[in-house]
Each structure stands twice: as C-alpha cells, then as structure tokens.
C-alpha cells in the first residue's frame, strides 16, 4: 500500500481519545498495588500516542527529576521499550499547589488524607478510574480548590483548557490514531468533555480505546 493510501485510510478512520486519571501525588505512600500494574494496564491497552502531562523541554532534555512516579518508573520506560509515542501537553506554568492558612489549611489538609486513603485502597489503577472512588477523588479535589481560593480555582481552569488544547492538536496532527491521556485525576472531568466538543475526536473510555 502507498504511503498517500495509508494517509487517506488515516484520515478515514475516527481518532479515539481516552483519560486515564491517577492520584499522583501519592505514589510515595504504600499502596496495594505497584506501578507494574499501571505498565501492564497501559501495555495492555497500547495506544499510538501516550499523552503525558510534562513540558516539551522536559521531553527534549529528557529532564524527568520531579515527574511523578507513575510517568518516571512506568510509562516512560514502557514508551521507551515499545512503539507508543509520548506525546507532552503540559505547559509552562505549573499547576499551584493547593494549600491556604488557618482552619482552610486545616480542612485541605484532611482532605489530602482522604485523597491519599483512597489510594492505599484502591485494588488497583482501574479503581481509580471508575465508580465511587473517581467520583469522590473530582469531588475531594474540587473542595480542596475551592478552599485555597479563586487564584487556585483560575489557575486550575486555565490548566485544564490548556490540556485539552494540547491534545486536541495531537489528535489533529495524527488522524485516525488512538490517544491515551494520563493525567492527575483531578483533570479529568473538565478534560473529557472538552474533548468531546470536537466533532472529529471520539472520546471513549481507556477500557474501549
């Protein structure tokens, strides 16, 4: 087949995007599961493109020191050992961390703690990512946010249009591809639908990808 038939067959085929959400901040606390268990996930789904929340010079530089776990001991060495591209969308400007002074630092800070025993147990990633335990994280997420102010809760929508634009110039420079995003789990309510406002983007589940 000629290369301009593999082009049109691409341009053919529908681009399917998934999120896949993870606690990432946790994954210095001991948890039930391992990072294998997010490798042979991933492995299992094998996307064409990884989508990593991580700026294009930490790519280029391959400056990793202060990624989080999961990207820095699994999917970047599994992207290393396969065909899956990792494509970076993070910007810039860093997410701020949540936190505030008095009796708000106090409710974030017990909230954290929950956020961090929803991760101790949780069976394993998928856990995450469906029923009660991702609906509770957005949730506990979203508390948190609101409790550090509206600068953090601008900061956090300014972050999620910005991840959401990154992947959909992704999917427009690589037609009929299969994209997996793996970002915190906080993200991922506001990046789905955003994804699905683009008529030539299928947004399914990282199950179904």
Request: charged share 20%.
């Amino acid at each position: 087949m000629a290369v301009n038939d593999r082009h049109v067959m691409n341009d053919q085929m529908p681009t399917s995007v998934a999120v896949l959400g993870t606690l990432t901040e946790f994954h210095k606390e001991p948890i039930p599961y391992d990072l294998a268990a997010l490798v042979k996930l991933v492995q299992a789904i094998h996307p064409d493109l990884l989508c990593l929340d991580m700026t294009l010079a930490q790519w280029q530089s391959q400056a990793f020191a202060g990624l989080p776990a999961e990207y820095v001991e699994a999917l970047l060495p599994l992207a290393a050992q396969t065909d899956i591209v990792v494509a970076p969308i993070g910007g810039d400007q860093p997410m701020p961390r949540i936190e505030a002074g008095g009796w708000r630092g106090a409710l974030i800070r017990r909230l954290r703690a929950w956020l961090a025993w929803l991760e101790r147990t949780a069976p394993s990633p998928a856990a995450i990512n469906e029923g009660w335990r991702h609906e509770l994280g957005n949730a506990l997420y979203g508390l948190a946010r609101r409790l550090a102010g509206r600068h953090v809760e601008h900061a956090y929508h300014e972050r999620t249009a910005r991840l959401t634009d990154a992947v959909v110039r992704v999917a427009g420079d690589n037609p009929g591809s299969r994209i997996l995003v793996v970002t915190n789990i906080q993200y991922c309510h506001h990046i789905r639908p955003g994804l699905g406002q683009h008529p030539n983007l299928t947004v399914t589940t990282y199950a179904e990808l």
